[in-house]
């Protein structure tokens, strides 16, 4: 692991540039201290895995212990910076307690990757109630409980970047995805209400994927919609086009904020 010191020095020379100056470089991401939720498998995992490979000290979060644990391993045994830490976005106490964990062990945290998502889709009328409330309670309440950790480090710091995994769903409703849809309208939505009331120095990205290679569709228990998606994601695309994606955001200088980012195959229309 990197030590605090070496990565505060890093940390203080990455926020102070900006593109008011003419010659200087994006500030990279190198030296931030990030946290991804939902980083066990999917686009989390690589984004965790990217952004560590890019220098940042990375905190994965997520239920499954054991796989966090094992991927942080194998992280830092390529000499990188990570660690894991259990974590249910649905528990409001569990999130912040993370946050503050990250914020005190390492003096700060840059950057809150809010990714963890479930999407057990079904139509309406096959009334899988308990099922909708999953996808509210992870989709929503597991980003509001990011933001409300994480919002008073950033003001304090007078710095910090969310980055938020919305969906291709935020913009488009199909049949069987209604619920998970409106979770996603409304991760948009809250995503862009952050960026509104947010102070100067904290920055806002949404991501928005389209079909990417993952977990996701395991949760589905629907037979109609595990059919319909085996149609739609025969064109997945890798999970590391959006930890790409993120990577660009976190790169810009300190006053470049780069807020919403679709990224979805070529053939997906
Ligand atoms: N794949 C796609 O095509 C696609 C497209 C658009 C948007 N997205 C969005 O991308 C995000 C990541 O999904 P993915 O595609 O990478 O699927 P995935 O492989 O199933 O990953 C989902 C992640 O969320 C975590 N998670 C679920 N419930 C959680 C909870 N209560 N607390 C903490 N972590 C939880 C899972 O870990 P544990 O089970 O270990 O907790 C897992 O690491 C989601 O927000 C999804 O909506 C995906």
Redesign the pocket.
Known sequence: MISTTAQEATITTAQETTSQQPDSQPAGPAGKVVLV?????????AIARRLADEGCHVVL????SE??AAIADEIRSRGRSAQGRQ????DRVDVQAAVDAVADEHGRLDVLVN?????PLSRLDALLTEQWDRMI???VR?LLHGIAAALPHFQAQGSGHFVT?????AHQVSPTAAVYCAT?YAAWAITEGLRLESGPGVRVTTVT????????A??ITDPGAQEAMRTY?AE?IH?DAIARAVSFALAQPADVDVNELVVRPVRQR
Not at 115 to 119: C, K, L, S, Y
Not at 209 to 216: A, C, D, I, K, T
């Open positions: 939720t939902g980083a066990s498998s999917g686009i989390g995992e979060a997520a239920r499954r796989r966090i974590l249910d976005v649905t990714n963890a998502g479930v999407m309670d992870v989709n597991g995994i919305a969906s291709i769903g996603k994927p389209g079909v990417v290679e993952s977990e996701l395991s949760t994601r997945a999970a």
